[in-house]
């Protein structure tokens, strides 16, 4: 870190920085650049103090953090990338992986209607809330623990591996009972209780991106659930917030290539929310692929106007295979393949 | 609710549209306008049907929903404005209420030093966090149950109430008891197990904005506290997330009497968030209360460049001394008086 | 157009708005809907009547527009893509287009140096700024006329057409003289006079997307062009303003397959702008690709440290050659192929 | 300015950084902090080199600029506040200035009438378009010079000092003949030919924000204007872009105090074009009194509802003497006056 004085500083200034940092444990240089003092202390391998603790102190100017706040999830930390394990998928290796199912778990029929359909396919992952986040307390608020139920007879007969939402860290238990994977949503980036209570349990998270969260809040955000112990995290971009409402979110699909040069975390994109509109979830996640991405999770409704949440943004189930398809070649180009069941990739 | 109805639809995707609707148990009409089939359904007094639940079906182009979604927190459900009373204070009558204290709670001294200096000027509410939701998990993350007991003993001693804030349904009991208001941070305005669980209890709650939360969102956020049973509801403005990073966020100063029109709980200001440096705090507390703003929290610091967080927008304590006496002018320029407890307003 | 009126509103009320839009020419029904009156008017192929001219009178609550205020440039108004030719190059077609080149013009040596090396790998069209915008007035503006002198040699010696930047409605002539397509830039994207010399004269004109525009702006800025004589227009996504400053703009990916839907005219991406850091380019040129852009422009120099402007995200162009290489094996992938001059392809 | 190089950056790159900074007449220091090189060059009295003209260079990791990018317009170049003259009236002393009228001049009648009423109030300014900048090519584009004309007939008859729009570089010898002051709209505030224009011209010039542009960015297009020979600039904050669409813009209240502390410009308000609606006005308007605004600019139409734009912001002229009587008590105690005609004071 290196802390540029005001032109204006005196030395009493100087001195109350250099000893702040001190009695943080670290050992401040005193120098000068550009006719400014400045004050450094080098990190070393280890952490740099708080920028915040030193932006009040009279006389300081800029405050240049040289390493990012994150340290486990950064690629300096960890050079390779992570690969998680859900079931029989692989996320984050050479295949793209692939989610997909409905929003909600409406009822056991159209679960299992769809899943059937999606496992025939060859896909590995069903997603399916029972826990559903809503903007008005009057929605469908999903079907909680008999969803989880549905979900969990569903892996049984179809051998999928489950990604479910939780919303509150007194459910964790319970949903990692129940899934292969835990997502956190959107509106809950910075739940931190809930951050906490995703890195004190074993099962891989899916941590989507808050809808106006930066990349190093996100990043800050994966670091609380890996340094309370879950190292088995993947970021999702589900498209940000903007001034414009011709899509639901915009996908920021340079957050990708982004992402994989700062962090060793798999990356997924959410084509559904970020377009809310079936007939562009193709051509999106196309391009999460073509810029990089580890994986795509995909919202399909075996009927999506009878769909209680969503609709308008799922796919129908035939429209899924010919994404399939299409993805199959993509990835080719790519030199990537998909992480589909061996019996389909065969078809 | 009016269903419009693309030039393309046929008789079949009315049908569908109006049955969807007699499924709901509404009573839909079929009309015509503009060379267009529309549906509609009269709400009457109660509510109307989730546009969600209409927008996949084939054939549908707009819909127009002619109530908002929130309805308890509506002005139109209750025409006069809420009044809330936490200790000797009133939220949301003819005088300003004033809430100031430090960011976090960082030990007895600081808080009590600040805390009695805040209460001879009269103030009548502190604030202070125990529970922090920090960005980095590596930040200072408050005295939790420590820090309760310590703003209790404040309260004790001065006779202010306390503010503080609630980061997960499971403190909410603990919080509740120490605390005369609940305050329900930015990055948790969606977090709904939390609503709701404030929702349950009795203390009154204020409810930050989230950063990039439109009024609509907000008001649901509130709408979910009420609809469980707590009706003592504010709204805190504290700034929303932009492209400019010259101040922290930007106050969104005209969502002030926007939302004196939409609802009638009370509407705070938080302009220390907001803008993040301690020299804007002043203005923009002013702007707040010229536009019509209920009550003011600010944060001081007996001395802001020690603080362990957010010392760069505290405001030393004989600024809030000045902030007050200039607060005191524009009020009366308004109509208004300050809510200040009796002893200060005669000195 | 459907508007509809308030609970509250009067006989007068709704005698005002039949009597405005029949001042404007139009014919309205009055008629009732969810126990509103709705006052409505059928565009037919033509018009509808600007929303605007209504929301101040009394009585009006919500208006609906059915048609898009844009027409010419409307996918319903000329359902086949846009083709344009520019030189040698086809914009619009089955290939997708590729357009190339420095930031800016400094001087002849470095632009023919890039220029040829372009044309060497079969690239038809190069772009060079020689009229800069620039946010500060200290900054190196360009080589104007001479800048426009050079890039007319360049087109000379290699074959491959012009784009260059036109930042005032006087400079067009001279520009069109010049050059084979007109770029107008972000900044000024409602520069409305610029639009309507853009017009009026017979290059075809790309036209970058505002910062912070929406679709619907964009495509009427684009109306004005072809509204003015000028249908050889397409359309380019340069990014757009976010909260985040991790990537210079984020791209709106999801904007181009809108877009396919909504226009007939052919729409570029520009990586570049969007990202900030020649390192992001590659993946999300693919990226576009994937998602349907017709075509790419690119920054690339001979010399990036060198640069007068832009350094940081232009490409080398031995990394040029290595984007074209891996966009003729994505292009492949998608059923299209590369716009580049036959010998490139054969090679 | 202050060049971090990385960690693993080299003699040469080191050596090249500096080289780059002699090349552009500055003389390099070459120094070490937190275990970094860094290279610094003091900017003395003067410019700085500019940032973009290092960041490409390899091995530069962070880039410090030690003064902002503009100049002329910042208060450390001119500590007093600017004061423009107008007519009668006086923009950026002790009292607050006021400018008011039309969107844009639709005839002769509807001018003169608002400007009688506004004159009999003693306001000095009148604003109304002439030229208009609109998003559809199909809406009403103002009289043009016929406009101006009109404009010039009533400050004839009224003595007020006329406030009107510029659109084109080409329009500004017109308009500065029958203008008292130009102004320049959000979509042309980094129209930098129409800037350079306005700089070479003798009115003052009230240049507003752009819908998403930053204060640097709004800083250093004053920076043009003023570069070219024009002080007398003031800058109109009318709202920013935002995510809710619940109001036109957000009014960037915070902008005001913090310009204050940044430039010796005068600061205006534009609380019509930031809220979109007319009951909305007042208590923006007062907030950004209350926040330090050196004036005002608000729509004001004899008959809101018969104009031909932003008629559903614009007061009734009843409404606009209301305002003017809160803000003579607003003013009065932040110990300011009005800047209104005597008489109108008297009365």
């Not at 100017?61 to 859900?86: G, M």
């Not at 996320?91 to 299992?112: K, Y």
């Not at 992402?259 to 929310?273: E, F, M, Q, R």
């Not at 073509?290 to 969503?310: T, Y």
């Amino acid at each position: 870190m290196i802390i540029v004085m005001k032109a204006t500083a005196g030395a009493r200034d100087v001195a109350a920085v250099a000893e702040r940092m001190r009695a943080l444990g670290f050992t401040p240089e005193v120098g000068e650049a550009a006719e400014r003092v400045i004050v450094s202390v080098a990190a070393g391998g280890g952490a740099a103090p708080e920028a915040e603790l030193f932006s009040a102190l009279p006389g300081v100017d800029k405050i240049v953090a040289l390493q990012p706040a994150y340290r486990l999830v950064s690629r300096a930390a960890h050079p390779h990338d992570t690969v998680i394990r859900a079931g029989d998928a692989l996320i984050g290796g050479r295949n793209l992986a692939f989610m997909a199912g409905p929003c909600s778990v409406e009822n056991r029929a159209q679960t299992l209607e769809v899943a059937e359909y999606l496992a025939a396919l060859g896909v590995k992952i069903l997603r399916g809330g029972a826990f559903k986040p809503r903007t008005s307390p009057y929605s469908f608020q999903g079907l909680h623990e008999t969803g989880l139920e549905i979900l969990a007879e569903v892996r049984e007969r179809t051998g999928m591996a489950i990604i479910t939402e939780v919303l509150s860290p007194q459910d964790v238990p319970l949903v990692a009972e129940h899934a292969d994977i835990l997502q956190i949503g959107t509106r809950n980036m910075q739940n931190f209780t809930l951050l906490e209570a995703a890195g004190r349990q074993p099962r891989p998270v899916l941590l989507k991106r808050g809808m106006s969260a930066t990349i190093e809040e996100w990043l800050l955000a994966a670091e609380y659930i890996v340094s309370h112990g879950n190292s088995q995290v993947m970021l999702c971009e589900r498209g940000i917030r903007s001034f414009d409402k011709s899509t639901r979110a915009v996908f920021d699909v340079g957050a990708i290539p982004l992402l994989k040069h700062l962090t060793h975390l798999p990356v997924i994109a959410d084509p559904s929310h970020a377009t809310g509109r079936w007939d562009l979830v193709e051509p999106v996640a196309k391009a999460a692929v073509a810029a990089g991405a580890d994986g795509l999770i995909v919202e399909v409704h075996a009927h999506p106007d009878q769909a209680l949440s969503d609709g308008v943004q799922s796919l129908r189930p035939d429209r899924a295979a010919d994404l399939l398809a299409s993805l199959r070649r993509l990835t080719a180009a790519l030199d990537r393949g998909l992480d589909l069941a061996p019996a389909a990739l065969a078809a």
